[in-house]
């Protein structure tokens, strides 16, 4: 029998690969193979669903890992084609981007939501403009807690998704992959893009007691807006957290895989 090397023992290399996302392993496969000349310029890469089926993956991922060779100039992608090898080095440029909605935000591993309530709601006014919708459309409202697991709260959540997804909340409590992800394997719905909105706000009623403050603590606000099939916006999240348990910092590497590229991590 195999005698397993304890983690310790494992080569670096194996260490680091178990830690990267699924989009930078398939990436880093398909730049490799393109390096070795197993793809040269001028012909096709796998077929999004081989790849799916290769990697045991979702098609989000998929084509994040094929993003991140069209943004390195390594290939183009061509509709009704597939994606084509242009190039087996980076061109150089200099860009800022996060890579998966995963590394956006995210919040502690130790963390987790529980569900208070659910309900349907029709957006007045008021509430269509802060959230950049229309007044009067429908929505499903899932509100609740977020905690670490000694207790402690992190934040409270106010979640719209569209009344078709309103069955998600179910799989909430069981699950700590975000909502967006859990409607893509869900229902097949694909984010196009997030937008992020930070803001100051103070934190009153229920909010507050239950994330244990006084009326009127200030709080810092992160109010996301996933957009996905067809341009439509199908979530809108709106966190907030008592403003002096909230931090968040940025780190800017230089290279990966590319010398002019720029990565991020936290």
């Not at 890469?45 to 790849?51: C, D, M, T, V």
């Not at 800022?96 to 569900?115: A, G, H, I």
């Not at 919708?133 to 409202?141: C, I, M, P, R």
Request: neutral net charge; charged residues 25%; aromatic residues 8%.
């Amino acid at each position: 029998m195999k005698r397993m090397q304890p983690e310790d023992e494992q080569p670096a290399d194996a260490i680091k690969g178990a830690t990267r996302p699924m989009y930078r392993r398939i990436a880093d496969d398909l730049l490799e193979a393109i390096r070795d000349g197993r793809f040269p310029v001028g012909t096709l890469l796998p077929g999004e669903l081989e790849l799916i089926d290769r990697y045991s993956s979702s098609r989000h991922t998929v084509r994040e890992a094929l993003r991140v060779l069209e943004d390195m100039g390594i290939v183009r992608r061509e509709r009704g084609r597939g994606t084509l090898v242009i190039s087996p080095v980076a061109r150089p440029a200099f860009v800022q981007m996060v890579r998966s909605p995963s590394e956006l935000l995210s919040y502690p591993t130790d963390s987790s939501f529980r569900v208070i309530s659910e309900s349907a709601i029709s957006l007045d006014q008021s509430l269509a403009k802060r959230l950049k919708s229309k007044a009067g459309s429908e929505w499903a409202l899932i509100s609740g807690l977020r905690t670490f697991d000694n207790g402690n709260p992190v934040c409270w959540s106010d979640i719209y998704v569209l009344p078709q997804y309103a069955g998600i909340a179910r799989a909430l409590g069981a699950s700590s992959r975000p909502v967006y992800d859990l409607i893509a394997t869900t229902f097949g719905e694909e984010v196009e893009r997030i937008n992020v909105e930070i803001y100051a706000s103070v934190l009153s009623g229920h909010r507050a007691k239950a994330l244990g403050t006084p009326d009127g603590t200030p709080s810092l606000c992160l109010c996301r807006r996933y957009v996905g099939n067809a341009g439509r916006v199908f979530e809108i999240s709106v966190s907030e957290h008592p403003a002096e348990n909230f931090s968040y910092s940025l780190e800017f590497n230089r290279g990966w895989q590319a010398a002019e590229h720029w990565s991020w991590s936290k």
